[in-house]
């Protein structure tokens, strides 16, 4: 009997403690899949199926075994988790999207016209910036416009 397939979630939990304990950054693993590192983190935290040829790298490269390959090539579900609204970096996105989501949504709408910013066709990064009162987060969301036909 074949044993049931680990958890995306559980996978997740053991790819990030083999990248701690290898001593190698989210960086690092991206530059050896050749994929875009905030792409590469959501990816390996079960947020994106991975390439099979992906997936076998990184878990050569992190001494992890076929299960764990086997669940990043999963199509994954992308639901909210309720836990993660209780981070406090995670949190901050929400309380930024909700403050600001609206005007956002209103300048998109005044400068594109009637429609949304994919988040399928969609790129981010993330950057640090300095400054003098104290470093700054700079993440950038890159969509495609999709316009509503009627």
Not at 82 to 92: A, F, G, K, Q
Not at 116 to 127: G, H, L, Q, R
Request: proline fraction near 6%; aromatic fraction near 8%.
């Amino acid at each position: 009997m074949n044993a049931p397939i680990m958890s995306k979630s559980d996978a997740a939990e053991l790819i990030v403690a083999a990248r701690i304990r290898a001593g190698l950054t989210w960086a690092e693993i991206a530059d050896r899949i050749e994929a875009p590192l905030v792409w590469t983190v959501a990816a390996l935290l079960g947020k994106h199926p991975v390439p099979a040829e992906k997936a076998e790298i990184v878990c050569e490269l992190l001494g992890l075994g076929e299960g764990v390959a086997e669940s990043l090539r999963l199509q994954p579900a992308r639901t909210r988790d309720d836990e993660l609204v209780t981070d406090p970096t995670i949190y901050r996105f929400y309380e930024a999207l909700a403050v600001y989501g609206p005007a956002l949504k209103e300048l998109i709408h005044e400068e594109f016209g009637d429609g949304i910013m994919s988040a399928i066709n969609f790129k981010v990064d993330i950057a640090r910036r300095p400054d003098p009162d104290g470093d700054r987060v700079v993440v950038t969301f890159d969509g495609k416009f999709l316009d509503y036909r009627w």
